[in-house]
């Protein structure tokens, strides 16, 4: 049995080219300004190869598809 996998997008990074969106469409939706959100929730083991070949093909390298489904946190800036 293979681990679950989750999909992150890192917004910082992301360009809004929605090249994601179009390679994995029951995973991700663009937002109203084009920026992709991924469910909260596992990759099916069927959609695993499609998520793999969104995070290969994004130009920015805005997302991640983590394997181990570890939680992935952007680092939190600090005040002052």
């Known amino acids: 049995m293979t681990a679950a996998a989750r999909l992150w997008v890192n917004p910082i990074a992301c360009d809004a080219r929605g090249l994601c969106a179009e390679v994995l469409p029951e995973l991700i939706i663009l937002d109203d300004w084009g920026f992709p959100r991924s469910r909260d929730e596992d990759v099916p083991p069927e959609l695993r190869h499609e998520a793999a070949e969104a995070v290969r093909l994004c130009p920015k390298l805005a997302l991640r598809l983590d394997r181990a489904g570890r ?10």
């Open 71 to 80: 939680a992935h946190k952007l680092p939190r800036l600090r005040a002052g």
